[in-house]
T-cell receptor, first 114, second 116 residues
Framework: DAGITQSPRHKVTETGTPVTLRCHQT?????MYWYRQDPGHGLRLIHY???????DKGEVSDGYSVSRSKTEDFLLTLESATSSQTSVYFC?????????????FGSGTQLSVL | AQSVTQLGSHVSVSEGALVLLRCNYS??????LFWYVQYPNQGLQLLLK??????LVKGINGFEAEFKKSETSFHLTKPSAHMSDAAEYFC??????????????FGSGTRLSIRP
C-alpha cells in the first residue's frame, strides 16, 4: 500500500462548524489531491497541490480551502460545514514522471454534517 | 472538454460468467483512459490504463479493456467472474498534455455484484 494516511476516518459535525481533514504521505510525491465521492457522481476533484504552498482549485472547490506547508501534509478545511458537504473524502497522490496518472488513494474519511 | 459515461450503475453476473462493464468517452484530443476499482471501505486502485500504445490493454486480476476510437468506447471485460471481483468500478479519462492528474475525469461508477 502507498503510504497515505487520512485522519480522521470518520467525523460527525454540526452545520456551521469548521472541519479540517488531514492527508499525510510518506512517498515524497509531488502532487496531492482531495476528492469527494457521492452516489451517482463518482469522484470529483475539490483542490489539488503541485508542491509546497502551490495549490489550485478543482471542479467543486466552493466552500473548501486547502493548505500544504510541507511535502507530506495536505489539509482540507471546511470553514463552515453544510449538510451538502456530507460525503466521503479521499486524498490521493501522484508523481509527475512516468506514471503520472497512477493515483494512489487513501482509505477515505466519512464526514457527516448534521 | 472531456467526459465519460458509464452505462449501468449496477451490474450483476453469476460466478464464472463474462463480466462486461461499459464506458464511453468524449474528448477533443486523443485521450488517456483508465479503469479504477474500489473495494468496500477502501480507496480506488488503478486496474489498467490506455496511453495510446496497444488498443487492447491488460490489467490486474484478469481484466482487460479495448480502446475503440470509432465507437469512443473503453469497455472493461473479464472472461470469468470471481466472487472477489465484487466492487465498484470507475472509468476515467484525461488529457495527456497535462503533467498532473488534476484533469482526470471520473465516471459515476458501476457496482459489480457476483451471484454464487
Amino acid at each position: 500500500d502507498a503510504g497515505i494516511t487520512q485522519s480522521p476516518r470518520h467525523k460527525v459535525t454540526e452545520t456551521g462548524t469548521p472541519v479540517t481533514l488531514r492527508c499525510h504521505q510518506t512517498e515524497n510525491h509531488r502532487y496531492m489531491y482531495w476528492y469527494r465521492q457521492d452516489p451517482g457522481h463518482g469522484l470529483r476533484l475539490i483542490h489539488y497541490s503541485y508542491g509546497v504552498k502551490d495549490t489550485d482549485k478543482g471542479e467543486v472547490s466552493d466552500g473548501y480551502s486547502v493548505s500544504r506547508s510541507k511535502t507530506e501534509d495536505f489539509l482540507l478545511t471546511l470553514e463552515s460545514a453544510t449538510s451538502s458537504q456530507t460525503s466521503v473524502y479521499f486524498c490521493a497522490i501522484s508523481q509527475s514522471i512516468g506514471d503520472r496518472e497512477k493515483l494512489f488513494f487513501g482509505s477515505g474519511t466519512q464526514l457527516s454534517v448534521l | 472538454a472531456q467526459s465519460v459515461t458509464q452505462l449501468g450503475s449496477h451490474v450483476s453476473v453469476s460466478e464464472g460468467a463474462l463480466v462486461l462493464l461499459r464506458c464511453n468517452y468524449s474528448s477533443s484530443v486523443p485521450p488517456y483512459l483508465f479503469w479504477y476499482v474500489q473495494y468496500p471501505n477502501q480507496g480506488l486502485q488503478l486496474l489498467l490504463k490506455y496511453t495510446s500504445a496497444a488498443t487492447l490493454v491488460k490489467g490486474i486480476n484478469g481484466f482487460e479493456a479495448e480502446f475503440k476510437k470509432s465507437e469512443t468506447s473503453f469497455h472493461l471485460t473479464k472472461p470469468s467472474a470471481h466472487m472477489s471481483d465484487a466492487a465498484e468500478y470507475f472509468c476515467a479519462v484525461s488529457d495527456p498534455s497535462y503533467s498532473s492528474a488534476s484533469k482526470i475525469i471520473f465516471g459515476s461508477g458501476t457496482r459489480l455484484s457476483i451471484r454464487p
